[in-house]
């Protein structure tokens, strides 16, 4: 995928409340291998009410499983700042 289309899909899930970019964004992430990038738009995904498979679910809950307390507080907390500028 281009860094247009790419783009286009960040504007449509974050701006225009898409549902249906947003998981085109999160198995784009998935396809990948990004960990963060992936968690937060999985949370983004869930906050359109998406429709998510199982292997979206079990995915996010490996790379949340390896990232610290921390690290998986700062992820959330920058998925709802993204979430808030819709």
């Keep these: 995928?281009?860094?247009a289309q790419t783009s286009d899909l960040?504007?449509?899930?974050?701006?225009?409340g898409?549902?249906?970019?947003?998981?085109a964004l999160l198995e784009q992430s998935i396809a990948l291998g990004h960990r963060r990038i992936a968690l937060i738009?999985?949370?983004q995904a869930q906050?359109?009410?998406a429709v998510l498979n199982a292997r979206h679910h079990e995915y996010v809950r490996g790379v949340a499983a390896r990232m610290s307390p921390d690290t998986l507080a700062r992820v959330v907390g920058e998925a709802r700042l993204r979430a808030k500028r819709m």
């Design 1 to 3: 995928m281009s860094r």
């Design 10 to 16: 960040v504007k449509r899930a974050y701006t225009g």
């Design 18 to 23: 898409d549902a249906d970019a947003a998981v």
């Design 41 to 43: 738009r999985y949370l």
């Design 47 to 49: 906050y359109l009410e």
